[in-house]
């Protein structure tokens, strides 16, 4: 039964068994848990981040040992908290949450340093959710110069 819920959790209820692009799959997971966290502003967003971003360290590395293979396609709770942490202090606006998907998924993909260097050196499941928390500040920094000069 824990084996269940974890592999729930851990594959984002499920879109991580996308045929393809399972990572872009967690994402849009990632969309609607933002606007639900928003009712209750930052803080609530914050929490959640938080929240996902412990319990999906242990959840990572238990379908690491359970699958046999390092950071499986299959685990997208990372991407869901990476997410979570771009969008920190944005508003529940559409042009928020499309550019904040788009920078997340292109620093997910691209793996600037030091992105590239948290998957390939931190084991486990901290290396699973790290490199995609390290993607989700290039995505927040991103978001607040479009804030800035754009919106």
Known sequence: MIHRLILVFATGFGTGYAPIASGTFGTMAAIPLFILLSQWGNPGVLAGLVFIALLGIPASNHMERSLGVSDPGRIVIDEIAGYLLAMAGSPVEARYIIAGFFLF???????????????????????VVADDLLAGVYAWICLRLLEKFLF
């Open 105 to 127: 998924r292109f620093f997910d993909i691209v793996k600037p340093p030091p992105v590239r260097q948290a998957e390939k050196y931190l084991r486990g499941g901290l290396g």
